[in-house]
């Protein structure tokens, strides 16, 4: 299988995080590419004509596109359902806080492009606040369903969202100081961080 990717992209990183649980890791190749929401790549667009990575291409040639969908085609390959349930009321809650950990994440992309894209005699204020108030909103809940894992142990593809969301809110938004405001999401992550699986996706590389 082959990866196109964006080293500094929490979505990658998420597929990434969910691929060394599920020992998937080394059946990858990393092809690296530049998404932009203003110049497309023709090395994604030739695979996912929405320009976005991750895209996965897979053995038989299908390119794989969506971090959520990775996900699932990933976990399909398991022998175990440890990473994402297959049926039952743990896999809906697995879904539901993998979908609010991407929603935030979607708010932060957002929000890094209005800050760091959109000339600033364009940007609007009021936008850049909608987005982050999603993003705390997001967090408050994620505090509340954030169950600190033990140190060995596969992780679930809702804690493994969550760790991709936080590291890329570190990375982009160290001003914004999270911690402060969800201090037991902050201790959990700590744990996390803690183990050599989750570092090994570190750190981001700027673009």
């Known amino acids: 299988m082959k990866l196109l ?9 998420k597929v990434t995080l969910v ?7 080394g059946r990858i190749e990393r092809l690296p590419s530049a998404a932009n929401p203003l110049k497309r790549d023709p090395r ?6 929405l ?3 991750p895209c996965l291409i897979t053995d ?7 971090s959520k969908v990775i996900v699932e085609y990933l976990c399909a390959m398991a022998p175990d359902d440890r990473v ?14 993998q979908a609010i950990a991407d929603g935030a994440i979607e708010a932060a992309v957002g929000l890094r ?17 909608g987005l982050m108030s999603k993003i705390d909103a997001a967090l408050l809940v994620l505090e509340q369903e954030f169950v600190p894992p033990r140190a060995e142990g596969v992780l679930g593809v809702g804690t493994l969202a969550t760790v991709a969301l936080l590291g890329y809110l570190d990375f982009r938004f160290a001003d914004r100081q999270w911690r402060k405001e969800r ?10 961080l803690k183990r050599e699986d989750v570092r090994a996706s570190e750190p981001f590389v700027a673009t």
């Open 5 to 13: 990717y964006s080293s500094s992209s929490p979505f990658v990183r």
């Open 19 to 25: 691929a060394q649980a599920l020992g998937l890791e």
């Open 44 to 49: 994604i667009t030739a695979h996912n004509p």
């Open 51 to 53: 320009g976005k990575v």
């Open 60 to 66: 038989d040639g299908l390119a794989v596109i969506d």
């Open 84 to 97: 994402l349930p297959r049926q039952g009321a743990e896999r809906w809650i697995a879904l539901r806080q």
């Open 113 to 129: 492009y209005e800050e760091a894209v959109r000339p600033a005699d364009r940007r609007w204020a009021e936008w850049g606040d």
């Open 183 to 192: 201090p037991a999401l902050a201790a959990a992550y700590e744990l996390v």
